[in-house]
């Protein structure tokens, strides 16, 4: 099992799926997603506030997730914070559950935790910390390689969704939904 480790920033959740769902090779990571990203029709107009995207391996999901994930490149310089929701796979979650950790790892780098939304979206009774429901969730770290390639510097709200109401979701996002 995965544990999370302690860098100079903080607590970082390490990746948990690399070499599974996507390579665990920088380059090789890379390179395949600029590949699957190069066979999709360039982005126009501006970038979408949401995507719904798959959260399976890369053999899987990829060319659906590039097609997605593309369509951030027009706004990749005024998206600044991310808030993933991704279904709980693995711990039983009544709600949300946020993680301590303050950065998530990837073979292409850290992720940093917007922690002030994080502590933002706990003060709702629905959010709860969680780690375990984090530790080897794949649904959440996938989608971070297409977004440390499409975006700049960005931060990440990372919710792991269970046993939730839609009422409860979209609470948790309008009180996150911040900016164009």
């Not at 099992?1 to 690399?18: D, H, N, Q």
Request: charged share 20%; aromatic share 6%.
């Amino acid at each position: 099992m995965a544990k999370s480790e302690t860098i100079e920033r903080g607590k970082v959740r390490p990746a948990a799926v690399a070499g599974r769902f996507y390579p665990s090779d920088p380059t090789e990571l890379r390179n395949l997603i600029n590949m699957l990203l190069a066979q999709v029709p360039p982005a126009t107009g501006p970038g979408p506030k949401a995507l719904i995207v798959l959260h399976a391996g890369y053999l899987y999901s990829g060319p659906i997730a590039a097609s997605a994930y593309a369509q951030l490149v027009t706004a990749r310089d005024q998206i600044q914070r991310i808030v993933l929701l991704g279904p709980s796979h693995y711990v039983a979650v009544k709600g949300l559950a946020t993680s301590s950790a303050e950065a998530f790892a990837t073979p292409l780098g850290v992720v940093l935790v917007d922690v002030e939304a994080v502590r933002q979206a706990r003060t709702l009774p629905q959010v709860r910390e969680l780690d375990e429901a984090h530790e080897q969730e794949h649904s959440i770290e996938v989608q971070l390689p297409f977004l440390q390639t499409v975006l700049g510097d960005f931060t990440l709200v990372p919710l792991a969704v269970g046993d939730a109401t839609p009422e409860e979701v979209g609470e948790v996002l309008d009180t996150l939904w911040g900016g164009p």
